[in-house]
């Protein structure tokens, strides 16, 4: 085996990771990597067409099997001339028996030139042999494979006239298609007889000559098909790696926005919850919240009772200003690896600030002083960073930036297939 094929797999699995549904291509640039491999030249048609002896007459030689039945089932090869020549099952192959991928492999993956044949008694082309014909025809204007079109079986014809009807027919059907009769039947009568004009009115020489026309053109095709297949590949990757680069910078500018966002609005939370909580925290002379009550006080409204559930609905009203910032933001519960079993106590407020503040230097340490503000921000902007939509953002982040380095590495090994391919 070429040493170059012992990298080209790896490689083209690179590519395939970013570019699936170019599999096909990169298996052609495989066979095409294989720069001093004879020119294969691939019969095409429906079976009992007269494939296998066509190619018997166009080498001179009785190698591929030629019967009343359907006998090519797998790919046929044989090498002469310098040539490759492939005898595929037909195009009504039974595609149970696995038949249509060997036609597939020998038509799109093989071949450097196609002889699409078609005998003349069955009159005019069939959906299926329009289809093909039409792609092969389309991909010959793409990648410069040949093509060409050999009408076989003209000797069972009953006249001239007839054979030209059905030759107008298939070219009303497909308008500019050069078409080449055949018969095999007249060449080997030709061939065994010695007879000269038998052999000339067989159409086989004259098929042959263009054939090698042809076949001299094939290095030149395929260098061109080459050049074709690793330019589209390399278009899309980069195209693909263009828009994921755009997608990163559109959800980065998202995560980034949205963090300034909550950081500023948190801002303005914290900034009026201070205001808000001035005329409390601000309290001169001896501080009645701090005087415990006594077991006579226990059912009467104190002077300490009062200050307390002042600092405590101020603190309440702190805590519903805070939360609504937070909900807005999607910032609510807590991170699974924090959960406890009462769901109650699972909340981002609960985890920051507690359950309650009772007395006021507390209150003003938490909302009022800036190392309090300053660890508020922090605490809730930890939580903010862990919540669902936040993980999901940078999950989604982390999977475009991995995505974008498989597209990195496709292009390095696109590059590395192709300097390959030169040497």
Not at 140 to 166: G, H, I, N, P, W
Not at 407 to 421: N, V
Request: aromatic letters at 4%; charged letters at 25%.
């Amino acid at each position: 085996m070429n040493p170059q094929h012992d990298s080209f797999d790896p490689l083209a699995r690179e590519v395939l990771a970013v570019v699936p549904g170019r599999a096909h291509d990169l298996a052609r640039l495989r066979v095409l990597a294989q720069a001093k491999a004879a020119p294969t030249v691939t019969v095409v048609g429906k079976y009992n067409h007269g494939k296998s002896r066509l190619l018997n007459e166009l080498m001179g030689r009785d190698v591929f099997a030629v019967a009343d039945r359907r006998e090519t089932v797998t790919l046929s090869e044989h090498h002469h001339a310098e040539l490759r020549w492939l005898d595929a099952p037909g195009l009504d192959a039974d595609v149970a028996l696995q038949d249509d991928s060997h036609a597939q492999e020998a038509t799109w993956l093989q071949a450097d030139v196609r002889l699409f044949v078609h005998a003349a008694k069955e009159g005019e082309l069939d959906a299926a042999e329009r289809h093909l014909l039409q792609a092969l025809r389309e991909d010959q204007q793409r990648t410069r494979r040949q093509t060409l079109f050999v009408l076989t079986q003209v000797d069972q014809m009953s006249d001239e006239e007839q054979l030209a009807k059905v030759s107008a027919a298939i070219v009303g059907q497909m308008p500019g298609l050069a078409l080449h009769p055949v018969s095999s039947t007249r060449h080997r009568s030709g061939v065994e007889g010695g007879k000269s004009l038998l052999l000339q009115r067989s159409g086989i020489p004259a098929l042959q000559a263009l054939l090698r026309e042809v076949v001299e053109q094939v290095p030149g095709a395929r260098q061109h098909e080459r050049s074709l297949l690793f330019t589209e590949i390399a278009r899309q990757v980069e195209q693909q790696q263009a828009a994921l680069e755009s997608a990163l910078l559109a959800l980065r500018q998202r995560q980034q926005q949205q963090r300034q966002d909550f950081e500023q609005g948190l801002q303005a939370v914290l900034e009026k919850v201070h205001q808000d909580l001035l005329p409390v925290v601000e309290f001169q002379g001896d501080d009645p919240a701090l005087v415990p009550d006594t077991a006579a006080d226990e059912f009467k409204l104190t002077a300490g009772k009062r200050e307390r559930a002042r600092i405590h609905v101020a603190y309440s009203r702190a805590c519903i200003a805070i939360r609504a910032h937070l909900i807005q933001h999607g910032v609510e519960g807590l991170p699974a690896s924090q959960q406890t079993s009462v769901a109650s106590l699972d909340t981002v407020m609960v985890a920051v600030l507690g359950i309650s503040i009772k007395y006021r230097a507390d209150l003003r340490r938490r909302f009022c002083e800036p190392a309090g503000q300053a660890q508020l921000k922090q605490s809730f902007l930890h939580y903010y960073e862990l919540s669902e939509d936040r993980q999901a953002l940078q999950q989604q982040i982390a999977i475009t930036q991995a995505e974008l380095h498989a597209h990195a590495r496709a292009r390095q090994a696109l590059a590395r297939l192709r300097e390959g391919e030169g040497a």
